[in-house]
């Protein structure tokens, strides 16, 4: 089939090259023309696992080009999907200016008895399908489309597979001919297609997400009660987890959920629900608790080294989360700020992050270094901030020769308790009991 996307970012980016990549023919529309030459020559803008040999492969293939022309899009394509950004504003509610004007964009160059669907992937608020509609017959009274809502899951670091091997598709539309085109384009995918109004498609988005931000602030709140008694909230995960009702993902207890998807839906939902006059209070709270978890994690810092003002603190990790090179809405970047703020000398290192986190200067202050060892050198506390998996390799005899303090805030539960006493680290996990360390 013939697809456009407008907007190359995340979402639009991954999903233009994985459709390519099952033989449809794909045109990725963005505004961005340094971008566009870039992505033509192979370039990709974000580190993504698997998306750079994707993109190349579809682009040299012929399947997968790129234009700033939304007219050449719309023109060659039967299905138009939306994927342009969807940012919060200060009350939480979403800004929906960018679709608003792709909307007007599109009704401007659709062409007499051109059928097309038009297809919102970013992720909206519900009742966002119907003004998408409304604005395109404003503008073009005599355009022939149809809107569907497709929320799409990808998470960052796995947005491939994601994409690729889908849990379920979500197809939200109220016409039979939009949906059987939808239909044909999923289904080289082989996956669960589910089929429901446009407002149930958007609602999908925004409650898949807020439960599972749900499951984190809960295991993060037991993990509170377990430090407070002396259980351990791993075990606690594992035997709850267990249940199949319940199951074990997004359970793991850690500094508090972060990135560029639920902070900003959460928000969003509290504010639809807000509108729609029956307020969300229950996300409210897994807010606070998300909140509560970063405080906590803060406070245990201080509780141990007293005054942070010239202490010297190793930083692992800075993405929002690993196998990303994402550092917008990071928990581990406010963490750090915030020891910055409190006067402490903060050294970080992190394998993909450690370029956009100067580049966008988000750490002022901080000093990035490109190895986790030369973080550590004369540091009187490490804190692991993000897990990521090369953190395992990292002999840890070396890592406390090199440090001032054999003193580790594991904020991901990333090291092993008994291991981290035998070699005679004072250890602080989220949740876990306090083992003495074996003299050294
Ligand atoms: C999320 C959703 O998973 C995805 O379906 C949606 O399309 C976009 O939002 P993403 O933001 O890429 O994806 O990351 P995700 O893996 O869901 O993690 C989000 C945050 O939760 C991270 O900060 C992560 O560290 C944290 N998290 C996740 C936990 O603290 N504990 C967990 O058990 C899981």
Redesign the pocket.
Known sequence: MDLCIIGSGY?GLVSGACFAEVGHNVVCVDNDQRKVDALHAGKIPIYEPGLEELVQRNVAAKRLRFTNSIEDGVDHSQVVFIAVPTPPQADGSVDLSFIERVAREIAGVLKPGQYRVVVDKS?VPVKTGEKVTDTIKRYNTGADFDVVSN?????????VP?LMKPDRIVIGGNSDRALALMKKVYEPFNAPILVTDVSSAELI?HA??SF??L??SY??AVSAICEASGADVEKVAAGIGMDRRIGR??????????????PK?IAAFIAISDDLGVPFTLLKEVQRINRDQKERYIKSIRDALWVLRDKKIAVWGLT???D?D?VR???PIEIVNELIKEGAIVTAYDPKGAEKAKEYNLCPGVKIVDCPLEAVKGAEALLLA??WKEFASIPLDEVKKQMHTPLVFDG?NFFDPTTMAELGFIYRAIGRPILPPKAA
Do not use: H, M, Q
């Open positions: 979402v992720t929320p799409e899951f990808l998470r960052e670091g796995s947005a994601d988005k898949a997400n599972l931000a499951k984190i295991i993060n993902n997004f359970l793991n207890a850690g500094l508090g959920y972060g990135g560029s998807c639920f839906d929002f989360k690993p990303t994402d809405n990071s928990v993000t897990e991901r």
